[in-house]
């Protein structure tokens, strides 16, 4: 699979800018994208019409496609429209759920996509996977990555700042999620590639030492690559392993036990967090926990809503939502007990 990975193209190219998305008819003119230029468009439904009138004067002939939430059912809708209208390329623009959305049904589609950020909730916007709700809960799927991307720094900074800020919280996941394949590789000869864990690792130490946050572009801008390259990590991977370990696991259980309680980024945050306690790496758990506080993001399971025996019942649980995957929570393999009172220590470790 890493082998097929190296293989895969990069995207043709990105941009982070101002007014990226009122000039998107200029990126779509490259041939590489589309050449007849029938190219359809889909919004989410919060600011879907915003969008629209913002791209009309250089997409004026573009099908928009509204998407009603980040559902399987929503993506599977999409897909079957645009095999009816023979398409060439789908532009999806919005947050994660949108995106992830568009992924999935271009895929279905099998034409390629444009992702166009306006938040940076997370790396979902070049990753290969597609996060979509479902009946049974929500689900992670395989689709190939952007063919380009492209982050509106107007619509960011317009954004809810927690969903921005969270971005953070996933990228500087990545420190955590790689010290879980080492360990792998150390315990279980799991192979390793070093050109995705270099990548994951780099995004993360952009990030982690930075003194600006949210409200400079120069911040925003750096946070959008690191993002991204953090999503092609995944891709040279194969797999999401450089950019999701124990950390991933605790929010997935999380999501499932309690949905609703905070958001993808800051319990990857919380939950990388945890895992350098766990690993009694005072150094990394120090700077993890600076860069959350710096960033106004959750350090305690209090701050995101939950109790002490709640996050303990979902570090419980959070093994079995990847199933083969070792992490320092498999290598432990701590009781009930043992969990309840590790995650004490921690409170008291990093409570103000």
Same mark, same amino acid.
């Given at each position: 699979?890493?082998?097929?990975?190296?293989?895969?193209?990069?995207? %043709?190219?990105?941009?982070?800018?101002?007014?990226?998305?009122?000039?998107?008819?200029?990126?779509?003119?490259?041939?590489?994208?589309?050449?007849?230029? #029938?190219?359809?468009? $889909?919004?989410?439904?919060?600011?879907?019409?915003?969008?629209?009138?913002?791209? $009309?004067?250089?997409?004026?002939?573009?099908?928009?496609?509204?998407?009603?939430?980040?559902?399987?059912?929503?993506?599977?809708?999409?897909?079957?429209?645009?095999?009816?209208?023979?398409?060439?390329?789908?532009?999806?623009?919005?947050?994660?759920?949108?995106?992830?959305?568009?992924?999935?049904?271009?895929? %279905?589609?099998?034409?390629? =996509?444009?992702?166009?950020?306006?938040? %940076?909730? *997370?790396?979902?916007?070049?990753?290969?996977?597609?996060?979509?709700?479902? /009946?049974?809960?929500?689900?992670?799927?395989?689709?190939?990555?952007?063919?380009?991307?492209?982050?509106?720094?107007?619509?960011?900074? /317009?954004?809810?700042?927690?969903?921005?800020?969270?971005?953070?919280? /996933?990228?500087?996941?990545?420190?955590?999620?790689?010290?879980?394949?080492?360990?792998?590789?150390?315990?279980?000869?799991?192979?390793?590639?070093?050109?995705?864990?270099?990548?994951?690792?780099?995004?993360?130490?952009?990030?982690?030492?930075?003194?600006?946050?949210?409200?400079?572009?120069?911040?925003?801008?750096?946070?959008?690559?690191?993002?991204?390259?953090?999503?092609?990590? =995944?891709?040279?991977?194969?797999?999401?392993?450089?950019?999701?370990?124990?950390?991933?696991?605790?929010? *997935?259980?999380?999501?499932?036990?309690?949905?609703?309680?905070?958001? *993808?980024?800051?319990?990857?945050?919380?939950?990388? $967090?945890?895992?350098?306690? %766990?690993?009694?790496?005072?150094? #990394?758990?120090?700077?993890?926990?600076?860069?959350?506080?710096?960033?106004?993001?959750?350090?305690?399971?209090?701050?995101?809503?939950?109790?002490?025996?709640?996050?303990?019942?979902?570090? =419980?649980?959070?093994?079995?939502?990847?199933?083969?995957?070792?992490?320092?929570?498999? *290598?432990?393999?701590?009781?009930?007990?043992?969990?309840?009172?590790?995650?004490?220590?921690?409170?008291?470790?990093?409570?103000?």
């Amino acid at each position: 699979m890493p082998i097929l990975a190296r293989m895969l193209p990069a995207p %043709l190219t990105m941009e982070v800018r101002r007014g990226a998305i009122a000039q998107l008819g200029t990126l779509l003119a490259d041939s590489r994208v589309a050449t007849s230029g #029938r190219v359809a468009v $889909a919004v989410g439904a919060g600011q879907g019409d915003r969008i629209a009138s913002v791209i $009309a004067p250089s997409l004026d002939e573009a099908q928009v496609f509204r998407v009603a939430d980040g559902s399987v059912d929503a993506a599977v809708s999409l897909g079957a429209d645009l095999r009816k209208g023979a398409y060439e390329a789908l532009v999806g623009i919005g947050g994660g759920k949108t995106i992830d959305a568009t992924k999935y049904a271009a895929s %279905l589609a099998g034409i390629p =996509m444009v992702a166009v950020a306006t938040n %940076l909730s *997370h790396d979902g916007i070049c990753s290969p996977v597609a996060s979509l709700t479902h /009946d049974g809960g929500k689900g992670s799927f395989g689709v190939p990555m952007p063919l380009a991307i492209v982050v509106d720094l107007d619509f960011v900074h /317009d954004a809810p700042s927690s969903l921005v800020r969270s971005g953070v919280g /996933d990228v500087v996941s990545n420190l955590s999620a790689i010290e879980d394949w080492q360990l792998g590789n150390a315990e279980r000869g799991e192979p390793i590639d070093g050109l995705a864990c270099a990548m994951a690792r780099t995004a993360a130490e952009a990030v982690i030492g930075r003194t600006d946050s949210i409200e400079s572009d120069a911040f925003l801008t750096v946070l959008a690559e690191a993002l991204i390259l953090s999503g092609m990590s =995944m891709v040279i991977a194969g797999s999401s392993r450089p950019s999701s370990g124990g950390d991933h696991e605790i929010l *997935h259980a999380v999501d499932q036990l309690f949905p609703g309680t905070s958001n *993808h980024g800051e319990l990857a945050g919380i939950g990388a $967090a945890f895992c350098f306690f %766990l690993r009694e790496d005072s150094r #990394r758990l120090s700077q993890v926990v600076d860069c959350l506080r710096a960033h106004e993001l959750p350090v305690t399971p209090a701050d995101a809503g939950l109790t002490g025996d709640q996050f303990t019942e979902a570090v =419980m649980l959070a093994p079995s939502t990847r199933p083969g995957r070792y992490t320092i929570l498999e *290598h432990l393999r701590l009781s009930e007990s043992e969990i309840r009172d590790r995650v004490g220590d921690y409170v008291r470790a990093v409570g103000r």
